[in-house]
């Protein structure tokens, strides 16, 4: 996918969703999202990206925002941890902002969250979602989730590695600087 979304055949959405049909049949969960994290600290925003509900066996499309300043906890731990692992939603005093609007609509019962990104940065978080019963998820489970979202990460970085050298590669080029062809004129 790597290669397709670098050559532009393949959207991130269109990632996002593929890579959460494969983590949803992985995880055997209800369903699995991708939410991006845009903002700064304090001001940030989880904006679903997509997702694959497993029940149902269909892409998760529709748009959602969760505000940081709603649910300062819940990103709160998330961010700090990098895995947020949750067993029962509605006894957890980390997501009691969200019960009401997001959880019990949804029927979300148990979740388990993990960040990407690197360098102290948190660009999106791969939530998984069991509904309509607890799960008290596995450290097998944990470390898998984490698998996919650590080589996502590495990617991620080693993109945004690249376009900052090519861009001050450009840079330096429309500055002249690193042109060496030196002219000998009599």
């Not at 005093?93 to 949804?106: D, F, G, N, V, W």
Request: glycine share 8%.
């Amino acid at each position: 996918m790597s290669a397709q979304l670098d050559a532009g055949t393949l959207t991130l959405q269109g990632a996002a969703l593929g890579m959460s049909e494969y983590v949803q049949g992985q995880m055997a969960c209800s369903r699995v999202s991708v939410w991006l994290l845009e903002g700064e600290a304090g001001h940030r925003v989880m904006r679903r990206l997509a997702g694959y509900d497993g029940v149902t066996r269909t892409p998760i499309t529709e748009p959602v925002l969760l505000r940081e300043e709603e649910f300062a906890a819940y990103f709160e731990a998330l961010t700090q941890k990098g895995v947020y692992r949750c067993p029962d939603t509605l006894a957890d005093p980390h997501l009691a902002a969200m019960r009401e609007s997001y959880l019990l609509p949804h029927d979300i019962r148990a979740s388990l969250d993990a960040t990407i990104g690197a360098n102290g940065t948190t660009w999106a978080v791969y939530c998984c979602a069991q509904q309509g019963s607890l799960r008290d998820w596995t450290p097998q489970e944990v470390r898998l989730l984490r698998r996919f979202t650590d080589a996502i990460s590495v990617r991620r970085a080693r993109r945004r590695r690249r376009e900052a050298e090519a861009a001050m590669l450009m840079q330096r080029l429309v500055n002249g600087e690193g042109l060496t062809a030196q002219i000998d004129t009599p």
